[in-house]
DNA sequence: GACAAACGCGAGTGGTCGCTCGCATTCTGG
DNA sequence: CCAGAATGCGAGCGACCACTCGCGTTTGTC
């Protein structure tokens, strides 16, 4: 055997095909997002790029392959626009500060990638996407846990970090769903909200000098 | 036309009957539960409360009637049982006890109906189910609207209030996703845990008198 | 221009699922 | 006890869907 390749490297394509695969996955993202995973059809996604279903089956084995590809894409493009939004920060950094620009970002992202949250948000999406969907989870929750522990009193159970870290990406969840089922003024009043949440939430765990809660009057009369 | 009834009354049952039924809705309860509404089949249903599918379609029409019925008993057994959750509250009720209150009563419930869950979070759930996830949906989010007017300023405007129950019910399905997926200490834990982001997002509203946030300690040294 | 490979098509295939139908069995009222 | 209704069965029907196949078209290469 002179030469096995277990992976089949991806076929020789031409630029043509390249484009197909982009116009494809748009097309794929438009249809997740009106009628989530399961109930697109392959047929669906390729009617909604303008090809037959079997030029579809030219770029992708099966369904998954397309959601897979969508997917990691996605978090590919998360991670080197928005990845910084969870970097280490300097612990003299005001709570809400910290909190408001990682909240932004990350709603910006979600605010141009809607299929982002139909993807990760499916009940029935299969495998190797629900994998991703951990993964990233794992990844943001890791982070979240190191933000807080820089802090919150070096004191905190490990057990309490992780558990606050993910209430805090719950309640993220929660406020996105909100913001981006409004538009215009009320969804910035909505991600101004969750900022509150967040801020209220975590202010009194973090050191007393450091966590003056949002709506504190600086002076009392 | 002597008798036309538009509404076909439910058939005469015998007791065998409602027995099947129960059977049968429990047995799709089980099936929603693990496999979500959409993947459920019918047949699977059929066979999970041991019948034949032809003698599950003597008592539902299809599918979706099962998952109708099985909606419609939860929500009566949730306002039968823990309608009072959210009744009007002494104003002077602390905050944290109401709240304490509130969430004690709809976790129970979630833990003993797994079901309810899975049926009002489904995203591809067909209309019917999704109208009265609506319905029950905009009752909560009323409910706890008026009963944040009583806490709240007089001159808090309208829209703020809405928000903030759309908030508040948004940040509870988050923190009862979690506690659902803990079990024994762990999900006591959470539950704390999701009081206190309640109690420390809605103390700072609130008239401060009343609310003095949960983790300040009464003394500073 | 010639050849091969990538591209493109759309009717068709196998499988699943919601649901039906004809017939057997059990119950209830008279 | 008996007629009729309610209950129960399970093979099968029609629809839909992921996916394939054979064949025609375009593109890159020499």
């Given amino acids: 055997m002179p030469d096995h390749q277990e992976k089949e490297q991806p076929r020789r394509r031409q630029a043509r095909g390249e484009r197909r695969m982009a116009q494809l996955l748009e097309a794929a993202a438009a249809v997740f997002c009106t009628t989530g995973y399961t109930a697109a059809s392959t047929n669906?996604?390729?009617r909604e790029a303008g090809v037959s279903p079997g030029t579809l089956y030219q770029f992708f084995p099966?369904?998954?392959?397309?959601?897979?590809?969508l997917?990691?894409?996605?978090?590919?493009e998360l991670r080197d626009t928005y990845g910084e939004a969870l970097a280490p920060v300097d612990p003299a950094t005001p709570l809400e500060e910290a909190v408001g620009a990682a909240v932004d970002r990350f709603i910006a992202f979600n605010c141009n990638h809607p299929v982002f949250f139909a993807l990760m948000h499916g009940p029935?999406?299969?495998g190797r996407i629900a994998e991703?969907?951990?993964?990233?989870h794992a990844t943001l929750l890791s982070r979240i846990a190191e933000l807080l522990s820089s802090f919150l009193p070096e004191d905190t159970p490990g057990?309490?970090?992780t558990r606050t870290a993910q209430m805090v990406l719950g309640v993220y969840k929660a406020g996105l769903e909100l913001v981006l089922a409004h538009e215009g003024a009320e969804r910035e009043a909505y991600v101004q909200e969750l900022k509150d949440v967040l801020v209220r939430y975590l202010a009194p765990l973090v050191g007393p000098r450091l966590g003056r809660p949002a709506g504190t009057p600086a002076t009392t009369d």
């Fill in 44 to 46: 669906a996604i390729a």
């Fill in 124 to 126: 029935d999406i299969p």
């Fill in 62 to 69: 099966n369904k998954e392959a397309i959601a897979i590809e």
């Fill in 159 to 161: 057990a309490d970090v």
């Fill in 132 to 136: 991703e969907h951990d993964a990233l």
């Fill in 71 to 76: 997917g990691e894409r996605l978090v590919h």
